[in-house]
């Protein structure tokens, strides 16, 4: 019986399978391997639609709601609000349970084979700071895959599977450290190189850190400001002020609670904010981007900067939120990039050090690190990482897509 490999991604996803001890990747959009992690509520034409279809409908501006993130909702108590979208109220155990089924669809109409088994890869940690939530958040996931039809599904750490995948780079004996950081954690396997095709995984850890927490320290060190933060709100009787309350903005920075904001209660809300504040254009701003429901473009914006400030592809980068307000762009110096991410940088390399001290492994005894997951390509994570493992040489490989592949070859081995 063949066996589905899942890599469920908060950003992105992927399938693959095994076929004659090697991994085959399924595409699930013409031309593509992964699939964005994405869900679109057509509000006209009264349909769901998926990955970069959703993300096109949200760019074009159709009418409806947008969802990204969904995997960092697990373990939450938001996994069983229920939600009134098209004419159904449903939870988002069901919402993610659709996400999966449509990949399991999509998956048989290219093989032409039933999948009833999954191998689904996991975090180490879902949430690293909480037991309870972490433990749930397994719960969580097990239910989604039982919504999407499959009869039994399995799970292995994310960063395990992509040792699987990654083996082939190193020597019998070498100490290679998978550093996988995605859209929601941040994950790592120490592993020793067999002298076949096996390994030994000596340690693996995992935090509750990845992309969407770089986006969302980016959007409120330089976006949210443009949009009032910090600005001072006069007291409807007398001349006092305050500071505007910070949670509407944490929470518009924050890619998976960009839909919660979208209410009668929150707008009104900011629209007091801007009545009584004495800078009104970004108060405005604000209401405006809830009116319009603009949360989603503004991240999108921000995602899109920090690739260029991270790749060099424009000499001054910019967050463009011309969406907003005509001409608003707000300079992304890598300089300040850096300076905004280096402590989150410097939690990973924490991790990665705690991560050898459970195996009793000293530093300068790696000799591969072994880069995964988009967030990983960042400068200032390999700049953190490196001066940490002295030794080490840089892999990166498959970065984006090594996770499915070990999954794959582990389902093909009767994981």
């Not at 992964?34 to 869900?39: F, I, Q």
């Not at 084979?113 to 949430?127: E, I, T």
């Not at 239910?143 to 292995?156: D, I, L, N, R």
């Not at 409807?236 to 904001?261: E, M, R, Y």
Request: charged share 20%; net charge negative.
């Amino acid at each position: 019986m063949a066996v589905l490999g899942v890599d469920f991604g908060t950003s992105n996803s992927a399938v693959g399978m095994c076929v004659n001890g090697t991994a085959k990747l399924i595409p699930l959009e013409p031309g593509a391997l992964t699939l964005p992690t994405a869900v679109f509520f057509d509000f006209e034409a009264r349909k769901r639609v998926y990955g970069s279809a959703a993300n096109s409908a949200l760019i074009a501006g159709d009418e409806g709601r947008y969802m990204r993130a969904l995997k960092s909702l697990l373990g939450t108590s938001l996994m069983r609000e229920r939600r009134n979208l098209l004419n159904e109220s449903i939870d988002f155990i069901t919402i993610v349970g659709r996400f999966l089924a449509e990949m399991k669809g999509r998956a048989e109409a290219a093989t032409g084979l039933q999948f009833d088994q999954a191998l689904s890869g996991r975090p180490v940690l879902f949430h690293s700071g909480d037991p309870r939530r972490n433990a749930q958040a397994l719960v969580d996931l097990k239910e989604c895959y039982q919504a999407a039809g499959f009869k039994e599904v399995s799970f292995m750490a994310e960063p395990e599977a992509a040792a699987l995948a990654i083996r082939a780079a190193l020597q019998p004996g070498d100490l290679g450290l998978v550093v996988d950081i995605g859209g929601g954690t941040s994950d790592f396997t120490l592993f020793r190189q067999g002298s076949d095709a096996g390994i030994d995984i000596l340690a693996s850890h995992g935090l509750r850190l990845g992309g969407t927490n770089f986006d969302r320290a980016l959007s409120l060190a330089f976006v949210m400001p443009e949009l009032g933060m910090g600005s001072s709100i006069r007291h409807a009787f007398g001349d006092q002020t305050h500071v505007a309350p910070n949670a509407i903005f944490h929470d518009l920075a924050t890619w998976q609670k960009i839909p919660f904001l979208y209410t009668q209660d929150t707008r009104r809300a900011a629209r007091e904010l801007a009545q009584y504040a004495e800078d009104r254009v970004r108060l405005n701003r604000l209401v405006r981007v809830l009116e319009e429901e603009m949360g989603h473009d503004m991240a999108f914006a921000v995602e899109a900067a920090k690739i260029e400030a991270n790749t060099g592809a424009a000499a001054v980068p910019e967050i463009d939120l011309k969406m907003v307000a005509p001409n608003l762009r707000v300079p992304l110096y890598p300089v300040a990039m850096t300076a905004t991410l280096s402590e989150m940088a410097g939690k990973i390399a924490d991790a990665a050090e705690e991560t050898l001290a459970q195996a009793g492994v000293e530093p300068d005894a790696v000799d591969r690190l072994i880069f995964v997951g988009g967030s990983s390509l960042m400068q200032v994570v390999e700049t953190a990482l490196t001066g940490r493992l002295p030794r080490a040489k840089v892999h990166r490989g498959a970065a984006l897509t090594a996770i499915v592949e070990g999954l794959a070859l582990a389902a093909g081995d009767g994981f």
